[in-house]
Structures are given as C-alpha cells and as structure tokens.
C-alpha cells in the first residue's frame, strides 16, 4: 500500500465546473499538507498548504484536511482552462525532510 | 532574484554511460532535495542534502546513484553506468532551512533524462 493515494484521472471538466481532487493517506504522523500544480514539462509550483487538520482558503481555492478520516481535498472554484494542470498532493511529519507526493491528477478544464 | 535552475534541461545517454545533472539553489538557500518522477507518476524522494553534507538519501538506489553538494558550485547528482530505467524526470528544490514540511520548496524545471 503506498503512503499517499492519488487517482490519476483524467479529469475532463467545463470551464467554469467546481473542480473536486482527492487524496487519501496511511501515515496519522503526517502533519503538514500541501497541494503543488504542475503544468506539462515544468517544475511543480506550491499551490496551497495546510497545517493539521481544517480548511484554508485562497482565491478560487479551498483546500481541506481530514486527518480522522486521513483525507484531503482542494477545490477549485470558477475553473479556467488555465487550471489545465497536473495536481499533486504532499504531505509531511513533523520535523521531517522528507515530502510524500501523490502520483497526480490529471485536469483538463474545456473551454 | 532568480529561481531554482537545473541544467542541463534534456540529456540523452547511453546505457553505460554516466550522467551528471546540475542544480543551483536560489539564493539565500542552502537546503537541496532531489526527486524522480516517472511518467504518470508522483515525484519521488531521493536525497535531501545541506552543504557538504548529505542528510537523508534514503531514497536513491544504493548503486550507482551519488549526490553531492559542495560549499562553491550547483549541487550535482551523479548516475554511473546508466540503465533504461533511469530515464525520467529529475527534479531539484531547495528551501532555506530543512524543515520539509514547514516551508516551502522552490522546484526547478527539471532534467529530462533518456537513456537510449
């Protein structure tokens, strides 16, 4: 079982759709949870980061941590095919180096 | 202020032949991690590394595979002999400090490694 689930989808949505991701984890050490978009033959980019358990919102983003369930997700609001992206998750102990990643999802946003 | 760079952006090997991948943290940064990623696949961990001293490899294959990170100069992973399966992306970060999670990492662009 790995430490971080992620469906890789695709996921194929209209533009201006409520765009739901999901990951689900094993590790209850993890604190610290992150959300990184990546476009196509590019580095990833820091999205959204979240301490313990609760809700962060930024802009068109939401992003939510569930750790009895060890459950997160990110929103998107309004989306514009340039959310056109890959979204990974990540997900962190406490003092720890290292950062898990999801394997990704895949979102296409039509216009 | 410039971001993480990696150089360089595409290497085409041989098998057997050893790659050498590049990468400059941004400035003020002294806290290096490398991942791979495989196609349709999530970055994986490799080594996180401190000036001149390696802190954490304990996930870069034991053969083959070195990483270092000199107090002049980019930080440097090394493939000797490489094999088809090394082919992927290789993807730098750097942070300020080396709490992973309680900062952000900065990533770089990326090598694209194919090992013909």
């Known amino acids: ?111 | 202020n410039a971001g993480v760079m990696q150089n360089p952006r595409h290497l085409v090997r041989r098998r057997g032949q050893e790659a050498r991948l590049r990468c400059s943290p941004m400035k003020g940064h002294s806290h290096v991690y490398w991942y791979r990623q495989l196609p349709e696949e999530g970055l994986k961990f490799m080594v996180y590394l401190q000036k001149e001293n390696i802190i954490d490899e304990s996930g870069m294959p034991k053969e083959r595979f070195s990483a270092e990170f000199p107090k002049e100069g980019p930080s440097i992973l090394r493939i000797q002999q490489v094999v088809r399966g090394d082919s992927a992306a290789y993807f730098c970060a750097s942070s300020p400090s080396g709490l992973a999670g309680q900062e952000t990492q900065y990533f770089g662009p990326g090598t694209r490694l194919l090992v013909l």
């Open chain 1, 1 to 111: 079982q790995k430490e971080v689930e992620q469906d890789p989808g695709p996921l194929s949505v209209p533009e201006g759709a409520i765009v739901s991701l999901n990951c689900t984890y094993s590790n209850s050490a993890f604190q610290y949870f992150m959300w990184y978009r990546q476009y196509s033959r590019k580095g990833p980019e820091l999205l959204m980061y979240t301490y313990s358990s609760g809700n962060k919102e930024d802009g068109r983003f939401t992003a939510q941590v569930d750790k009895s369930s060890k459950y997160i997700s990110l929103f998107i609001r309004d989306s514009q095919p340039s959310d056109s992206a890959t979204y990974l998750c990540a997900m962190s102990e406490t003092g720890g180096f290292k950062t898990i990643f999801g394997a990704g999802t895949r979102l296409f946003v039509k216009a």
